[in-house]
């Protein structure tokens, strides 16, 4: 198995997760009813994120947190949410890819998951502060 290696890595990686993502019965209902996702613009958006966590490329210039806080406002996130994001993340790397870069993105993964839950689910300061 190969590691991941360039952004055409990272967007086959996108398409695998979000293929898994929407159909999940704990998460899945945030890609398809609290925010219906279009999938044709959402994969080189989120994409550009990895490219930028991962190569250091300056493709993202998003807000990631804010755009979660504004999901969070319409259907809260809880504990079991992230939770499931992650095993599904790195499940998916697994299945794909091995080596340095797999594992620094399952890394960033989570701990930018964990992140999110504890300014989220956890805490009362408001998250674009
Ligand atoms: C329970 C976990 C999560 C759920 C259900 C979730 C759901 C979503 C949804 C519905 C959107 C689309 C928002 C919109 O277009 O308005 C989105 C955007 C995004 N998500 Fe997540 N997300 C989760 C965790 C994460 C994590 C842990 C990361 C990063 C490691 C992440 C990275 C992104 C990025 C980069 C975007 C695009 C932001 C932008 O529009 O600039 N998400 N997410």
Redesign the pocket.
């Known amino acids: 198995m190969k590691d991941i290696e360039n952004r055409q890595d990272l967007e086959a990686l996108m398409v695998s997760f979000y293929s898994v993502?929407i159909i999940d019965e704990v998460?899945g209902h945030?890609?398809t009813k609290?925010?219906p996702?279009d999938l044709d613009k959402?994969i080189p958006?989120?994409t550009?994120?990895?490219e930028t966590?991962i190569f250091d490329k300056a493709a993202?210039r998003?807000?990631?947190f804010g755009?979660?806080e504004?999901?969070h406002t319409l259907f809260a996130?809880e504990d079991k949410?992230?939770e499931?994001?992650?095993a599904l993340?790195k499940q998916t790397v697994d299945e794909l890819f091995s080596g340095s870069n797999a594992e620094k993105i399952k890394q960033?993964?989570e701990s930018?998951?964990t992140v999110?839950?504890i300014k989220l689910v956890h805490s009362v300061t408001d998250f674009k502060k």
């Open positions: 993502a998460i945030f890609f609290v925010v996702l959402h958006l989120i550009d994120f990895w966590v993202y998003g807000n990631v755009v979660h504004n999901i996130f949410h992230f499931r994001w992650v993340f960033r993964g930018i998951a999110m839950r």
